[in-house]
């Protein structure tokens, strides 16, 4: 059988958190677990060039899937997509084989591919 993955485009993640509220109602995790958290790197000054109009920042929202995500295998096996793809209000997630997302991920940067471990779908 084909590995699966995610493909996450940090580009237009928003931050809105959808996909580690999905997550922890899909699997209904305790406070302080999570299979996916968006994290915040920033704000901090890209540019601080006296000559530029205003002040440049960089603020990125990080989607990191964690050690408990099994890439919502229960509804994958029911052929839907995993909760936090399907909740990703940025569409910024793709859920497929590690072979489709990485033809993705060649065209596009800021874009990484998560591929869990020890994972039967």
């Avoid at 919502?72 to 096996?77: K, T």
Wanted: contains cysteine.
């Amino acid at each position: 059988m084909a590995d699966y993955g995610l493909l996450i485009d940090y580009e237009y993640c928003s931050g809105c958190q959808s996909c580690e509220v999905a997550c922890k109602e899909e699997h209904d995790f305790p406070v302080g677990k999570w299979g996916i958290r968006v994290f915040d790197e920033g704000p901090w000054l890209k540019n601080d060039d006296p000559d530029e109009v205003g002040p440049d920042f960089n603020w990125n929202k990080i989607a990191i899937p964690t050690d408990l995500c099994d890439l919502c295998a229960e509804r994958v096996a029911a052929h839907r997509e995993p909760s936090c793809v399907h909740h990703c209000l940025a569409a910024c997630m793709k859920f497929g084989t590690v072979e489709e997302l990485a033809a993705d991920l060649k065209c596009k940067p800021k874009q990484v591919l998560w591929v869990p471990t020890n994972l039967e779908l």
